[in-house]
């Protein structure tokens, strides 16, 4: 079945250090990425999206670029804060039944050390 | 504008018993979704809804069952609950044809002994 592979884990770095988590997915018709951050007890929310046809998307100090031939896409932030520690996950999306579905990375957790 | 809620926000029940999750959203929104999630294993889904009327298993459906009752509400119930259903339950929703993004309700945190 479809996967999403999401790298690493853990990810601890200074604050103004920059940090980069990696997925992998393996539905080739995936056309939506999103990006989310969940703070502990919360729900997710998101923090950056990008569609099959655009190679790259700034918002501030949070990116994301996507590679569909390899099936790669990524989430970068520069200049971390404190604020920014929280558990992120990557999804990718395609259209089944009807509707869009989901697959969710297992989540890395982002520790920004001050 | 209260977005996507659950209730309860808590809840612990006993092995075979049952209980009905609750969802609704006031967005107008086409799709609804049932997640749970686990530590180190994300979201995974569990049951989807297109549209009013319909439903879809996700990737984990075993143990549970949904009703699309209106175009608000989606509720997901356990007949018989067992330990391992112990977990976060998200609900979310999203507008429609396009891809676009999911929002989430609080969660519901459920224990079974």
């Known amino acids: 079945g479809e996967n999403v592979e999401q790298h690493p884990s853990t990810l601890s770095v200074q604050e103004g250090d920059s940090a980069v988590i990696k997925c992998t997915y393996s539905?080739?018709?995936?056309?939506?990425f999103p990006w989310y951050k969940q703070e502990l007890g919360k729900r997710p929310q998101l923090i950056i999206d990008?569609?099959?046809?655009?190679g790259e998307k700034k918002d501030q100090r949070i990116a994301v670029t996507l590679n569909k031939t390899a099936k790669h896409f990524s989430l970068h932030i520069t200049e971390t804060q404190p604020e920014d520690s929280a558990v992120y996950f990557c999804a990718a999306s395609s259209l089944t039944s009807g509707t869009y579905k989901y697959i969710f990375g297992t989540g890395t957790r982002l520790k920004v050390l001050a | 504008n209260a977005g996507v809620t659950q209730t309860p926000k808590f809840q612990v029940l006993k092995t075979g018993q049952s209980m009905t999750l609750q969802c609704a959203q006031d967005m107008n929104h086409n799709s609804m979704y049932w997640y749970r999630q686990d530590p180190g294993m994300g979201l995974r889904l569990i049951y989807y809804?297109?549209?009013?009327?319909?439903?879809d298993k996700g990737e984990v459906p075993n143990g549970y069952n949904v009703s699309r009752l209106n175009k608000r509400e989606f509720s997901l119930r356990l007949e018989s609950a067992a330990p391992s259903q112990t977990s976060v339950y998200f609900c979310?929703?999203?507008?429609?044809?396009?891809?676009?993004?999911?929002?989430f309700g609080p969660g519901t945190r459920l224990t079974v002994l």
């Open positions: 990008i569609r099959s046809n655009v």
């Open positions: 809804s297109a549209s009013e009327g319909t439903t």
């Open positions: 539905d080739s018709a995936s056309n939506y």
């Open positions: 979310a929703s999203r507008q429609g044809a396009i891809a676009d993004t999911q929002y």
